[in-house]
T-cell receptor
Framework: IAGITQAPTSQILAAGRRMTLRCTQD?????MYWYRQDLGLGLRLIHY???????GKGEVPDGYSVSRANTDDFPLTLASAVPSQTSVYFC??????????????FGPGTRLTVL | QKEVEQDPGPLSVPEGAIVSLNCTYS??????FMWYRQYSRKGPELLMY????GNKEDGRFTAQVDKSSKYISLFIRDSQPSDSATYLC???????????FGAGTRLFVKA
């Protein structure tokens, strides 16, 4: 693989079900993020991890959890899905670009519909 | 008030037109100003970035930053149908990874 992969590509999920979105990178970047993208609201940060073994809450963390057991994998779990979690989810890894500028490398996204 | 404001469009222009995309922001601590391009059903990719104020040119693309007005722009010259995408402005400071994204402007370039 090259870059970031996400799985599944899309999913329709019944409300109340548990779901894990997978994200894997092969660039050995320390920092990884999860965003959701909604029309008119742009990218909103859900959770982040600055390095393996650490995680933090972003702007919209409620209803989501993450883990970072190793550098490459950063799964996002919805414990009990609700319709408001219908969105496109993007995983990103972060690499220093220049000075204090960090470039984000995004995966192809997971389209999740919760009914 | 959002930290970054961006008109979602859509913006539709004929091929060959000059396109102007803009964002305003409120946080004076932002030092890096980026534009990401996102094609349909793909993740965003970094297109251009500038540090502090000024202009930066890369082929048909020019990024401008006016920190006094808290206003950034992306100009696309001789626009092509392949430029059709959503353009997201993004900003960050010098304190770490945190990046704030605009909502994105959808651009359609008609052949």
């Amino acid at each position: 693989i090259a870059g970031i992969t996400q799985a599944p590509t899309s999913q329709i999920l019944a409300a109340g079900r548990r779901m894990t979105l997978r994200c894997t990178q092969d660039m050995r970047h320390n920092a990884m993020y999860w965003y959701r993208q909604d029309l008119g609201l742009g990218l909103r940060l859900i959770h982040y991890s600055n390095t393996a073994g650490t995680t933090g809450k972003g702007e919209v963390p409620d209803g989501y959890s993450v883990s970072r057991a190793n550098t490459d994998d950063f799964p996002l779990t919805l414990a009990s899905a609700v319709p408001s979690q219908t969105s496109v989810y993007f995983c990103a890894s972060i690499s220093p670009r220049e000075g204090h500028l960090y470039e984000q490398f995004f995966g192809p996204g997971t389209r999740l519909t919760v009914l | 008030q959002k930290e970054v404001e961006q008109d979602p469009g859509p913006l539709s222009v004929p091929e060959g037109a000059i396109v102007s995309l803009n964002c305003t922001y409120s946080n004076s601590a932002f030092q890096y100003f980026m534009w990401y391009r996102q094609y349909s059903r793909k993740g965003p990719e970094l297109l251009m970035y500038t540090y502090s104020s000024g202009n930066k040119e890369d082929g048909r693309f020019t990024a401008q930053v006016d920190k006094s007005s808290k206003y950034i722009s992306l100009f696309i010259r001789d626009s092509q149908p392949s430029d059709s995408a959503t353009y997201l402005c993004a900003m960050s400071g010098t304190g770490g990874f945190k990046t704030i994204f605009g909502a994105g402007t959808r651009l359609f370039v008609k052949a």
